[in-house]
């Protein structure tokens, strides 16, 4: 009798740290859904597609190692512009260097867009991962906010893409950093995940700088 209450109990108890653990773990994507809610957007538990982040040709995702997405927020399309919310997770390094990178981003599919392949760092940290995109001389691209890193493959390109005006937004985005290929657009700001509390800001903020990009 008292080996089945012992089972019992601990059955009951190991359910109960099941629960906990998908409680504790959906907790974030709770409280983003909140944030969300006046948009009628779902959050999403993972996403987007591993191979939609591969195909935009973005170092930010092709580099890292075992990259995937949570706490989704996909927008619907709208003018041609496609909006993906998440935190995304990915491994860089290797061995004693390897470290995990966890970053909420912005994701901008502009059905129309033609962006060169390009990285712009405001005030922050530069381009972390090895993407095969070169540090360019800023000095030569006329006057630009102080503390603006740059790197790309084309300068030509780059010069016609990031004029003075357009590169202009970016002194009110101290730390954030942009990559742009082809139709894609990815901004974030730090290495960092975006507390739920300031989500709407961040959305807010994303949104403005990105229309300022084409």
Known sequence: MKLYIFIIAALAVSGFAVWLAKFVKGRRRRAIG??????????EEYGPEVSLLAGTGL???????????KCLLRF?????????FFDYYCALGAGANEKERVTTVALFDFKN???????????????????????????SFGKLPPGLKIYGRSVAALKAFLTPERAAIF????????????????LY????????????????????LALNMI
């Open 76 to 84: 619907l399309e709208e003018d041609g512009i496609k909006v993906y």
């Open 113 to 139: 867009g033609a962006f060169p392949d390009f990285h712009v760092a405001a005030g922050g940290a530069g381009l972390e991962e090895a993407s095969g995109l070169d540090p360019v001389d800023v000095t």
């Open 171 to 186: 002194a009110e985005y101290s730390g954030w950093s942009a990559q742009g290929s082809g139709r894609y657009l990815l």
């Open 59 to 69: 170092p930010f995702f092709v580099d890292g190692r075992g990259g995937f997405g």
């Open 189 to 208: 700001n730090g290495y960092s995940i975006v507390r739920p509390i300031k989500y709407g800001a961040f959305m807010a903020a994303a949104r403005k």
């Open 34 to 43: 909140k944030v969300a809610i006046g948009d009628g957007v779902y959050v």
